[in-house]
Nanobody, 126 residues
Framework: QVQLVETGGGLVQAGGSLRLSCAVS????????MGWFRQAPGKEREFVAGIGWRGAGTTYADSVKGRFTISRENAKNTVYLQMNSLEPEDTAVYYC???????????????????WGQGTQVTVSS
C-alpha cells in the first residue's frame, strides 16, 4: 500500500519561508510524477507545483512561480516544496500527491493523481 506523509507545515509571518517534505513508502517512487496541491477554507483544491518522474520537468501555478521550488530526492523517496516570500494568501492545507501513470507530462488536475497524503497546515500571518 502506497503511503504519503507530509511534514514541515506551521505558522510563519508574511515574507518568511517554510520547507515541506513528503515521504513516500510502499511504491516505486522514482516512477511517480509528484505534485503539491493546496486547499484553503471554502475553496477547491488547487495545483501548486509538480515534478516529473524523471525529475527534469517542473511546473508551477502562476501564483507561486518565482517563490516556490519543487524538488525530489529519489534515494530518499521524498519530494520537497521550498516556499519563500510567503504571503497570507498562501494559507492552506498543503497536500502531496503521486501520479503512477509514468506520463511524461506533469498534470495540474487532481483526477490524474492516484495517491494522496493527509495534508499539512500552512498558516501565514500578516
Amino acid at each position: 500500500q502506497v503511503q504519503l506523509v507530509e511534514t514541515g507545515g506551521g505558522l510563519v509571518q508574511a515574507g518568511g519561508s517554510l520547507r515541506l517534505s513528503c515521504a513516500v513508502s510502499g511504491g516505486t517512487f522514482s516512477r511517480y510524477t509528484m505534485g503539491w496541491f493546496r486547499q484553503a477554507p471554502g475553496k477547491e483544491r488547487e495545483f501548486v507545483a509538480g515534478i516529473g518522474w524523471r525529475g527534469a520537468g517542473t511546473t508551477y501555478a502562476d501564483s507561486v512561480k518565482g517563490r516556490f521550488t519543487i524538488s525530489r530526492e529519489n534515494a530518499k523517496n521524498t519530494v520537497y516544496l521550498q516556499m519563500n516570500s510567503l504571503e497570507p494568501e498562501d494559507t492552506a492545507v498543503y497536500y502531496c500527491a503521486a501520479d503512477r501513470s509514468a506520463n511524461i507530462l506533469v498534470q495540474r488536475t487532481t483526477r490524474y493523481y492516484d495517491y494522496w497524503g493527509q495534508g499539512t497546515q500552512v498558516t501565514v500571518s500578516s
